[in-house]
């Protein structure tokens, strides 16, 4: 709509097109609710590397991330039960499993308790830094002996060989305006400082928030990372998503960059809008393999 130099827009004729334009929102909003899916999808990945030891062949591992307060079927019955078949010897939180908006632990209580019978290991999402129940939320995880791993490492052994799993605090990055964040190469002095002294050929796991430091995780040798913090895209229309201008592998899949493999998770909630389009919630299964065994 065009208006000359001489002529402006009523009142009236303002209201008319800002009633259009809360219309359209209004049913692209409820057309987008109607087309949302709570669905669960367990996404399987083989890890094929002869760094894994042989007293690890079949070792498992599940993903969860980016949970965001949001309780799947049943108070999670039925994520609890899809881990319960895979019956996984670890699994990963990879953060934001809180937010500015928890109110209450009783969904993250639920989820813990159904994991007592696996060893759980724990790093920050950017929104457990900023939530009013960070403190009550590392009293809790502690209650049922999740193991953090920020900025930390564990050592697993079987028999007489041995894999490492390190964690990415994201708290290690500096904040700037409301969604930026700096990387200040904290995070690469850490995992350095964790794998010195370590031999070449161990099998290193990062547990690691944000898929997009992924230089300084290919600089530091790690072997296999996990990610999430995009949750797929959220919304998915014609196979694309927002987070698709960033890099498309952040959103969710298995991508190797020059030796290390990235895994990153769609994740199970959602963040700004209370929607999933074309984008199920997941949670992702690898599993270990030495390619002489196979």
Not at 112 to 118: F, I, Q
Request: glycine share 8%; net charge negative; aromatic share 10%.
């Amino acid at each position: 709509m065009k208006w000359s130099a001489h002529q402006k827009p009523t009142g009236k004729l303002l209201l008319r097109i800002l009633a259009v334009g809360m219309a359209v929102l209004g049913v692209t909003t409820l057309v987008l609710y109607d087309l949302s899916s709570d669905d669960l999808d367990v996404i399987f990945y083989d890890y094929v590397s002869d760094k894994v030891p042989v007293d690890f062949e079949d070792y498992q591992m599940v993903q969860l991330t980016d949970l965001h307060n949001h309780p799947m079927e049943y108070g999670n019955r039925n994520l609890l039960e899809a881990i319960d078949i895979v019956s996984p010897d670890a699994v990963f939180l990879t953060g934001d499993f809180i937010d500015q908006h928890t109110k209450n632990l009783d969904v993250q209580t639920e989820l813990l308790a159904g994991l007592t019978d696996y060893p759980v290991y724990f790093v920050n999402g950017n929104h457990e830094l900023t939530s009013q129940k960070r403190i009550d939320f590392d009293t809790l995880r502690d209650a049922y002996g999740v193991i953090d791993l920020n900025s930390q490492m564990e050592t697993i052994t079987r028999g007489t060989e041995s894999i490492h799993f390190l964690g990415v605090n994201d708290g290690d990055l500096q904040k700037f305006g409301i969604w930026n964040y700096r990387n200040t190469g904290i995070i690469k002095e850490k995992i350095e400082g964790l794998t010195s002294g370590l031999p070449a050929g161990d099998l290193k796991i990062l547990l690691a928030h944000r898929p997009d430091l992924y230089q300084d995780y290919i600089d530091t040798h790690m072997d296999l990372v996990y990610s999430g913090h995009y949750h797929g895209g959220q919304i998915r229309l014609i196979g694309k998503a927002i987070s698709d201008l960033y890099e498309p592998w952040y959103a969710k899949g298995m991508t190797e960059i020059d030796g290390t493999t990235f895994v990153t998770s769609a994740g199970l909630g959602y963040s700004v809008a209370p929607i999933r389009v074309n984008c199920n919630a997941q949670l992702v299964v690898v599993t270990l393999h030495n390619p002489s065994l196979l």
